[in-house]
Every structure is written in structure tokens, then in C-alpha cells.
């Protein structure tokens, strides 16, 4: 089977106009970028907390949480106006709420969050135990306290009897988020029915459970950023010498090129869509530049092989017959990755789902940036050097 | 059949059983955001050090000079400056002065005033003080981690010279009580009654003056009311000298009181119990202060003389009593410490995740593999046999390594599902490329292979590139993709070019003449 049969694109005629746009778009890109980190009220990049500093809870529900109560009540924690949105499916009743720490502050406002949802949350729950955010170990303290079996008595150590009853009420909360009832502890069959009621008779339900939490001080969170804009500048760089070093200048600084533009080009694509930049979305920006290299090194081997196999033909021509040989490559493996890029950014889950975004997008503008930028910018390059060269030459003749 | 392909064959079955038998030996280790669990970067104030230092060394300085009869006046210390001033009355021995600094306070340098010395560190002494300190904090940190019972905690140090200290323990499912436990200073001091408790600063201070005398500090008391909230404070004057502190302690215990309430037992060391025992002995029937962090949390009358056990009651509850038992046996924090970073993954996210993402590779998979098989026939299924192998080799060598994965790493799995394959693409379409121009099957293999290969190396390098930078930036769960990524790739490099060239020479082995191949 074949999808492509040979092909005799001459896809180096249409470079003005493909570079022009380009252009255009990255030149706009970098110019909004460029505006955000000016005018912080202008939406551009929007970074994560692991940027900007914050604190991040992801709080599950017992029954659907009221969005506005939620705001009202954690309103006042930190100068900036909490954001709070649902997070994954409805019927999950779970709530993501974010908080940005000011620059310059020092608070870890995890505290200050928790303690503000107890009060307004659990305000039954009182000074009892409650058995949606408290932990195994003190769990466990509780029934050694409590001893229904009566183990002290026997002699026998009351926190080996205990304890492996505990860690299975928290297993069971850890398989289901939170308890929605204290009937569910019948769901856990390692409990002695003396231990169950004593649990019964002494914690209380809070009415929401701890996911996840997150809180990044403001100076971690520059020191990230920095870094992170280090390590891609760091490795379009390597990838510069790399390719300088087994191909030739012209050929590197095309590949450079069209990765630069890949990453503005991506990084447009979040600001449009306004998601958030944070760690793994960096690794995906890292990945997409591994990737997009990958497919240029491709086209340029097959130029190189060209060039010492038909000496005497032009460059450009050379260039659109490599393309044209690799092309049926170029869209089968990029087809294959997205073969696998799409089921992750359609069933990956809300957690992994900018870091597929960034992946898929970049596969586009790769794809499209190893035909359309690096060879005609390589083919300029090249012309340059050539000209410069006739110059030289002409004048030491002289 | 050729010995060529049978040393292929050996090679191909040994990298695959070391990497099946890693994967049966070994699990592949879980990162926090899958396993859940509590990630903390803290930093170590190491001023507080200083500042401890540098009054550790004017008190020393004081009490020394007392005893030898050199009268010196109020000290101040200047963190800032690194270093403190004294002040030296006119009718003190200068030159006795000086030679009670050079002995005893060696690491200093003395500028010696008309009516002010100023004492600062020499050289590397502050460096050294801020190294201790974080030091301390660490040992002590582990200590608290062991004594709470976390498997596999992480406790290290970000750097060498670094203040910053990481902390990672897998499985917590109750981050808030662990991080109170890790950054409470936990110092303990008993101390001398000399007023109180009174309910102001300024009644406690009548006797006095309205004056704290020079020997002396106001600390408070939190009064509670029935219901265990917080209703004002009560003030006390205390001694500033401590009579035993935490240091002297041998262990705690939590224990019950009289009345059946939680309390902390505690046991001194010898040393620490001769001095207890002489105070208590002179005391009895007055109060001491136990004073927790600069707070009393009670002040007993001394009713015995105590030598070495004893108890402290506050308002515990029973897990405030562990805890605090917990922190005294692992020691106080020579320094106060804050929390850059905190990452805390509940498990049911982590579980949900990990369903998740291998839900969609195991999609993406099977598109993959449809798609090599239909569109490059036998090759292709050549191809999936590469690349399952290759995904044996990337868990394998995770295991083997102890790479723990992340669900970044989760996801540049899936990746290398969809990047393996490129090395075959382009070997097959290098094929049919000598196919087309009439080589044959045998010649278009062997060309279309080593074509091929110089292609693949320059294009997996670029990525490796990445990857290495990538790895070098980030923390856990991005450094997991990032040796995900790079081994995936290599092993796509020796599935592809290795494995799947020898499933070709096996094949056409003891074929003469092959006329057509399914590619």
C-alpha cells in the first residue's frame, strides 16, 4: 500500500510566500510575548503556578460544591482573587482552586486555604476527627487510643493490631477520593465490628478530601522560569553545533531557524487558547524541538546524499527532489505519532492534556517548518555565503 | 544456517532477556505524582544561625570576663555586620580583655574602641556557621522522617553550598501534619519563674518598673477556654538562662497524665538531671516555665526535687503529644526554616492517571500497529515486532536503573511508541525507494539498511540533544520524560536497525532466489 506515489512538488517556489507569512506570525508572536512581559494586564502567556509562584489545591467534594461559596469564602487569603474551577468530569465534584502568591511575598498560603475551607466546610465537624483529611498514622493513634479489641489487655502490641486496619480505611479512601458516608467503612473488611463503630462513634465527615496540593514561592518560581527559557535557548544552540558539525552553517542555521519558529508558533497556540505554561508543558515545548529537528535532519541527509549524487545541479532543485523523495517519511511518521498523540490529547486526562496539546500542534507546525522554513533558509544561507565567497575571490584576483 | 545471523540471534535474546529479567527482579519505581505522596523544597534561614552564634559567643564572653573580674556592659548583635558590640566600661583591663578575646573567641576579629568593642567573624567563619546550620537541619530533618515512619524518604541537600533542602516521601497521605512536623523548631527550654502569669505586659512588669531587667525576657502562654480555642494570653517574667534545654534531653515519650490526658514524658541525660536535680531541689513549691519554640506551654509548680523524668502537660490532644515527643527525641532545628515548594499528590489522582494515559497508549498502540501491518504488509509486522521489543527494553532498563516513572514519563512512553517506528519507516521507505529503481530484494535490503542508518543516528542525536537539556533542567516528573524519551530512543535504535535487519536475513536465509519482499 502507498499513500504517496512519487511526487515532483516544487515546494521551494512557494518559499517567499511561506516565509513572508511566517514571518508575519512569528513577528506577531514574539511582539505579543513581548507585550505580556511589558504589560502584565495584556493576556499572553499564561503561566502556571510553577512560574509565577502560587498555591494550587485540588479539593473533591462530597456533593457538588458551590463555586460562589467557595470564592466568597477564600476571597481575602491572598492580595490577588482566587481562581476556582471545576476540574474533570462534574459528577467528580471536584474543584481546583488556585492562588497567586504577590511577588515579593514569602506566604505559603496552603494553610491559610485549608484551614478557611474547614472552617466554612466543616464547621459540624468541629473539634472531632475527621476521617476525609486526616491521615493513616493518626487514625491509627485513634484506635490504639480507643482499643475496642482490647488488646492492651492481652498483652499484645495495640499499634501492630491496629495500624493494618487503618492504612485499609485510607486505602479505601484513596481508591474513592472521600468518604461520602460512614456506611462505607462496611466496605472495608479488615475492620474488627469493634473497631468500626468505634470509628463511627468518634470521627466526624468532613465534607471535602485533599487531592492534590501545590505551592510554588515566588523566587522558585523565577529561578524555574529562568531555567527553563535556559535549557530550550541551551539546546536550540546544541542542536546548532550538532547539525553545523555534520552537515555544514547554512544547513544549522536553517534547522535553528525552523525550530525558532516552532516554538513561537506553539507558544502563539497557548496564548490563543489562553492555557497554562508550567513544567511538563516546558518538557513537551523540549520534545517538539527534539522532534521537529529529527524530521529536518531527514531532508537534509537525503540533500547531502543528493548533492555528491548529481553534481552540477542547482541547490533549489536538488532541495525540492530530497523533499519530494522523503516526503512519503515525513507524513507517515508523523502520521504514526499522531496516532498516539491524539488518544493522549483526547483521553489523557485533564493533567496531561496541555502537555499532548503543545505535542500535537507542534507536530503541525514541524511538519510544516522542516519543508517550508529550514531548507529555504538554508538555500539563502548557502547563496550568501556562495556570493561572498565570488566577492572575495574576484577581488583577490584584482 | 549463516553464523552471522545465529551471533544476531544470541545478541538479540541476551539484551532482551537481561531486560525481561530486570523487569521480573525489579518494579519500576513510581514517581510522586503517580505513587503520591509529599515533595517539599525548604530553605534553612540560615541567619538565625548567625544570630545564635553570634549571642552564643557575647554571652560566652560576658560570663567569661564576669568571672575573671573584667566588668563589661550590654551587647548587641548585628547579623548584618556579622558581628556584635560590646561595651567596656572605662575602669575594665583592656589588655586582660584582650587576651580573655584571643583566647576564648579565636574565630573573631576584635576592633577594641575608646568605649565600644566590636567583635566580627574572620574569614570562612560565617560560611562555615550557615554549612553547620544547614547541616544540623538536615540530620535533624531525617531524624523526624525516620521517626514518623516513611518508607524510601528522599532527604538531601540542593547542592553543596546550598541552603535549600529536599525532601520527598512517597506515600504520605497526610502532608499538612508532615510538614508541621519537619519545620517546627521544636526547642525546648525549662526556665526559671521570677513573675507571673499575669494578664498584661504591664501588670506582670509593675514590680519591676514597667522595666524587663537586663537578665531576664517576658514570654507568653496561650489561654484557652472550655472549648479549646484560643482566649487570650497570659504574660510571665522569665530568666534568661535556661535551666536544662532540649540538648540535655535522653528521649521523650508520650504518656498519659493523671487524669488520663495525653502529656510527654521526658527522660534527661545525666549531665542535664545533675542540673535539674540541684534547681528543683532549691525551687520547690515554685512554678517553672516549659517553654516551647519562646512560648510556655505550661509552667508546673515544682512540688519534688526531679532528676531526671518527668512530664509536661499542655493542652495535647493525642496526636499534638506524639508529635511533639517525636520532635523532641529527634532534636531542635538549629534554625527556622520556610517552604519554597511544596508538591503533595493525593494516590487516587495518581491511580486515575496512570489508568488514563495507559488507556490512551494502549489506544495509540493499536493504531500504530494496525497501521505498520497494512501499510507495509510482513515488514510492517516485522516492525511491531521491533517494536514491542523495544518497549521490553524501555521498561526493562527502567528497572534496571531504578528510573522511576512519571506521568510525564507515562506519556513520553507512549512517544516512543510513535517515534520507534520512524526508524523503520525510513528503512522501508529507503527500501522500496532501491526496490523502485530495480535492485534486488536482497541488494535493496542491505542498501536500504545502510542508507538508512547514518539517517536515523543525525535525527535520534538532535532529540538525545533535547532530551539532555531537558533532563538537566527539570525537576522529578520532567526528568523522568526526559530519561524516558532517551532510552526509548536508543532502544528504537537497536530494535529497528538490529532486531528487525536480522527478522529479514532469518527470513531470506535459505532462500536462493527471492523474487518479491511484502514491504
Known amino acids: 500500500m502507498r499513500i504517496i506515489g512519487e511526487t515532483h512538488i516544487p515546494f521551494l517556489s512557494y518559499r517567499k510566500i511561506a516565509v513572508t507569512v511566517s514571518a508575519i506570525v512569528v513577528g506577531a508572536g514574539v511582539l505579543w510575548i513581548a507585550a505580556g512581559v511589558l504589560n502584565p494586564q495584556i493576556k499572553a502567556l499564561r503561566f502556571g503556578i510553577d512560574f509565577t509562584g502560587g498555591t494550587q489545591v485540588l479539593a473533591k467534594f462530597r456533593e457538588a460544591p458551590d463555586l460562589g461559596r467557595l470564592r466568597s469564602t477564600l476571597t481575602g487569603v491572598s492580595t490577588d482573587a482566587p481562581i476556582i474551577q471545576r476540574f474533570d468530569e462534574a459528577e467528580k465534584h471536584q474543584v481546583l482552586i488556585r492562588l497567586q502568591v504577590p511577588a515579593g511575598e514569602q506566604a505559603d498560603l496552603t494553610r491559610p486555604v485549608i484551614d478557611r475551607l474547614a472552617a466554612e466546610f466543616n464547621a459540624d465537624v468541629g473539634r472531632r476527627f475527621d476521617l476525609n483529611t486526616q491521615g493513616s498514622q493518626a487514625l491509627s493513634l ?10 492492651a489487655a492481652t498483652g499484645a502490641d495495640p499499634a501492630s493490631h491496629y495500624a493494618p486496619m487503618a492504612d485499609a480505611v485510607l486505602e479505601y479512601r484513596r481508591q474513592h477520593g472521600i468518604f461520602s458516608s460512614l456506611d462505607e467503612l462496611n466496605g472495608v473488611p479488615e ?3 469493634a473497631a468500626r463503630s468505634a470509628i463511627r462513634e468518634r470521627v466526624a465527615l468532613g465534607s471535602f478530601a485533599l487531592l492534590g496540593v501545590e505551592s510554588v514561592g515566588p523566587a522558585v518560581g523565577a529561578d524555574l522560569k529562568k531555567q527553563a527559557t535556559m535549557a530550550i535557548a541551551l539546546s536550540l544552540m546544541g542542536i546548532l553545533i550538532y547539525v553545523w558539525v555534520r552537515f555544514q552553517l547554512p ?20 496564548m490563543i487558547t489562553q492555557r497554562e505554561i508550567n513544567l511538563p508543558t516546558v518538557a513537551a515545548l523540549l520534545t517538539l524541538v527534539g522532534y521537529s529537528t529529527n524530521d529536518t535532519v531527514v531532508i537534509f541527509d537525503r540533500i547531502r546524499e543528493n548533492l555528491r549524487l548529481r553534481r552540477g545541479e542547482k541547490l533549489e532543485e536538488i532541495m525540492d527532489l530530497s523533499i519530494n523523495q522523503t516526503l512519503s517519511r515525513t507524513i507517515i511518521t508523523s502520521g504514526t505519532v499522531l496516532l498516539v498523540v491524539l488518544p493522549l490529547f483526547l483521553f489523557g486526562g485533564d493533567v496531561i492534556n496541555t502537555f499532548a496539546f503543545v505535542l500535537l500542534v507542534g507536530l503541525f507546525v514541524g511538519c510544516y517548518s522542516t519543508v517550508f522554513i529550514a531548507s529555504p533558509v538554508a538555500l539563502w544561507i548557502s547563496r550568501l555565503l556562495a556570493a561572498r565567497r565570488e566577492k572575495r575571490r574576484a577581488r583577490g584576483r584584482r | 544456517m549463516d553464523r552471522k545471523i545465529i551471533w544476531r540471534i544470541v545478541i538479540t535474546l541476551v539484551v532482551v532477556g537481561t531486560a525481561v529479567f530486570a523487569l521480573v527482579q525489579k518494579r519500576i519505581p513510581l514517581g510522586l505524582d503517580l505513587s503520591g505522596g509529599i515533595h517539599l523544597v525548604l530553605q534553612v534561614k540560615t541567619d538565625d544561625a548567625i544570630k545564635a552564634e553570634l549571642d552564643d559567643a557575647a554571652l560566652r564572653l560576658k ?6 573580674n573584667l566588668p563589661v556592659g550590654e551587647w548587641s548583635a548585628d547579623v548584618g555586620a556579622l558581628g556584635f558590640q560590646v561595651a567596656v566600661p572605662a575602669g575594665t583591663d583592656r589588655d586582660a580583655l584582650g587576651q580573655l578575646a584571643s583566647d576564648y573567641l579565636s574565630e573573631y576579629n576584635v576592633d577594641a574602641g575608646p568605649d565600644t568593642w566590636t567583635f566580627t567573624f574572620k574569614a570562612n567563619v560565617e560560611a562555615a556557621v550557615r554549612d553547620l546550620a544547614v547541616r544540623q537541619a538536615l540530620e535533624t530533618i531525617r531524624n523526624r522522617v525516620d521517626q514518623f515512619g516513611v518508607s524510601e524518604p528522599v532527604i538531601q541537600r540542593q547542592g553543596i553550598e546550598s541552603d535549600r533542602i529536599l525532601v520527598q516521601l512517597p506515600g504520605v497521605d497526610d502532608p499538612t501534619r508532615v510538614k508541621e512536623i519537619i519545620s517546627h523548631t521544636a526547642f525546648l527550654e525549662w526556665k526559671e519563674v521570677l513573675a507571673g ?10 514590680r519591676t518598673g514597667g522595666q524587663v531587667p537586663a537578665d531576664a525576657q517576658v514570654a507568653t502562654e496561650d489561654r484557652e477556654d472550655e472549648s479549646g480555642a484560643v482566649a487570650g494570653k497570659d504574660y510571665y517574667l522569665l530568666r534568661k538562662a535556661a535551666i536544662v534545654t532540649g540538648r540535655d534531653l535522653r528521649t521523650a515519650r508520650r504518656g498519659q497524665g493523671q487524669f488520663g490526658e495525653p502529656v510527654v514524658n521526658f527522660y534527661l541525660i545525666p549531665s542535664g538531671g545533675d542540673k535539674f536535680a540541684e534547681f528543683t531541689a532549691a525551687h520547690i513549691g515554685d512554678p517553672a516555665a516549659i517553654v516551647l519554640d519562646g512560648n510556655v506551654i505550661s509552667a508546673p509548680v515544682i512540688r519534688s526535687r526531679i532528676r531526671d523524668e518527668g512530664y509536661i502537660e499542655g493542652n495535647f490532644d493525642i496526636e499534638t503529644a506524639e508529635d511533639l515527643a517525636l520532635k523532641l527525641r529527634a532534636g531542635a532545628l538549629p534554625a527556622s526554616i520556610s517552604y519554597l515548594e511544596e508538591r503533595t499528590v493525593g494516590p487516587s489522582l495518581g491511580r486515575d492517571s496512570i489508568v488514563r494515559g495507559v488507556r490512551a497508549g494502549l489506544v495509540g498502540l493499536a ?12 515488514s510492517g509486522l516485522n516492525a511491531v515486532f521491533a517494536l514491542v521489543l523495544n518497549l521490553v527494553l524501555l521498561l526493562g532498563a527502567m528497572a534496571y536503573f531504578g528510573a522511576t516513572l512519571t506521568l510525564p514519563g507515562i506519556a513520553g512512553v507512549i512517544l516512543t511508541i510513535g517515534m520507534a517506528v520512524d526508524a523503520n519507516v525510513l528503512i522501508f521507505e529507503r527500501i522500496r525507494e532501491e526496490l523502485a529503481i530495480g535492485k534486488t530484494v536482497r541488494s535493496a535490503i542491505d542498501t536500504g539498511f545502510a542508507r538508512a542508518f547514518g539517517t536515523i543516528l543525525d535525527s535520534n542525536m538532535t532529540t538525545l540533544i533535547a532530551a539532555l537539556f531537558l533532563f538537566q533542567f527539570g525537576t522529578g516528573p520532567v526528568k523522568g520524560f526526559a530519561v524516558t524519551l532517551s532510552i526509548g530512543l536508543l532502544a528504537s535504535m537497536f530494535t529497528a536497525v538490529f532486531v528487525s535487519r536480522t527478522v529479514f536475513m532469518l527470513v531470506l536465509a535459505g532462500r536462493d532466489r527471492v523474487e518479491t519482499l511484502s514491504v
Open chain 1, 142 to 151: 485513634l484506635l490504639v487510643d480507643a482499643d475496642p479489641d482490647r488488646v
Open chain 1, 191 to 193: 475492620l474488627s465490628p
Open chain 1, 251 to 270: 544547513y544549522s542555521i536553517g534547522a535553528v531557524v525552523a525550530l525558532f519558529h516552532d516554538v513561537i508558533t506553539t507558544l502563539t497556540a497557548l
Open chain 2, 63 to 68: 560570663t567569661l570576663a564576669g568571672e575573671k
Open chain 2, 197 to 206: 502569669p499575669a494578664p498584661s505586659r504591664d501588670i506582670l512588669l509593675t
Open chain 2, 367 to 378: 493504531l500504530v500497529v494496525v497501521f505498520m501491518v497494512v501499510y507495509y504488509k510482513l
